[in-house]
């Protein structure tokens, strides 16, 4: 693989390898591993709440990179002077209704309109954990330019923002934030759509993140593939990845990592430090809410791997090796 623009075969968008997406014939295996599930998917203790301190944000932060973590993949990150925020998501559920699906284990730390200024914000693909309809409808009056992966911009434009706002971009892609920030499309192995129908009309992807003295990488949704190596060795090291740690299962090995995985991924990337995301927000597999990053605990010491992981709602500079351990007085 090497990193190029994303390929298509009848109108759909291919992976950088062979992948297993799942579908309609592992719903079956998939309810029954539910139904005889007994793992605490869900915190049986009520999990915060958690309240972000906003006068914080009119100091910049010293060191010239801060992220708070609102939860799940949504993070407002500080690099060098800008402000981006990533797949934001405030509704209380997942899914296309607000009657029913996947409910938020603790309600976001800042509401809509304490948000900062920002620069920018990046969609990654239109899986509903990652673009939100209700979130992204508060910022149709807003002027604030959108970042997002091929035909994602046509779900922005129905919810409200304007097209002149939209950036779309294939893998290999690179745009300007500002004058002083390059934001890279990167591949991902994953998928998309919004229903039964449609799969993979649009695109998936990853960001490299390049300010004048930080460069990170932010992983959105992703399986594990030996593109993370050639990110790296194209635009690594990074100070900080940001991986997907949750959500993973048996009959979707492809699609997302888990903490194992991740943390190869890391490695790969030529990181230096790593933020697990994408856990402990939404019951979206059938784990236990706090098993990945108890299990990525394991494999950091294993493989030597220094961990940022931030308390939700607490902006905090990105300095070294960080665990808040704030799951934890919830299990």
């Given amino acids: ?21 799942g579908g309609i014939g592992i719903m079956i295996p998939i309810l029954k591993e539910y139904y005889n599930n007994k793992a ?10 958690f309240k972000t301190d906003i006068p914080i944000y009119q100091t910049p932060p010293e060191s010239g ?5 609102i939860g799940h993949s949504s993070l407002l990150i500080e690099i060098d002077g800008k402000r981006i925020l990533t797949d934001p998501v405030w509704s209380d559920r997942v899914s296309f209704t607000s009657l029913f699906g996947p409910k938020r ?45 091929l035909g994602v911009g046509r779900h922005l434009e129905k919810f409200g923002i304007a097209k002149n706002f939209i950036n779309e971009m294939d893998w290999s892609d690179s745009v300007m934030v500002g004058d002083n920030c390059v934001m890279t499309a990167t591949p991902a192995r994953h998928f998309s759509g919004r229903g039964i129908f449609g799969r993979n009309e649009t695109l998936w992807s990853s960001f490299v993140i390049k300010g004048t003295k930080h460069n990170i990488f932010f992983g959105a949704d992703s399986g594990w593939f030996p593109g993370f190596a050639e990110i790296g060795d194209a635009f690594g090291p990074f100070d900080l990845t940001m991986l997907e740690i949750g959500a993973y299962g048996k009959y979707w090995p492809d699609i997302h990592m888990g903490p194992d995985n991740a943390s190869n991924a ?37 493989k030597h791997i220094e961990l940022f992981v931030p308390e939700p709602g607490k902006p905090t500079e990105v300095k070294g090796e960080y665990v808040s351990g704030w799951w934890e007085k919830y299990r």
Wanted: glycine share 6%.
């Fill in 65 to 69: 990179l801060r992220i708070t973590l």
């Fill in 266 to 302: 890391h490695l790969a990337l030529k990181g230096k430090l790593m933020m697990p995301i994408h856990w402990g927000t939404f019951n979206l597999a059938p784990h236990a809410w706090f098993e990945p990053i108890e299990r990525l605990l394991g494999y950091a010491k294993e």
């Fill in 105 to 149: 284990f603790f309600q976001p730390p800042l509401q809509l309109d304490e948000l900062p200024p920002l620069d920018a914000i990046l969609v990654s693909h239109d899986h509903y954990d990652h673009l939100d309809k209700g979130t992204i409808k508060f910022f149709a009056d807003k002027t604030i330019p959108f970042f997002c992966s």
């Fill in 40 to 49: 605490e998917n869900t915190p049986k203790k009520i999990i915060g709440p």
């Fill in 1 to 21: 693989m090497s990193i190029t623009g994303a390929k298509k075969r009848g109108g759909k968008f291919l992976n950088p390898i062979p992948t297993d997406m």
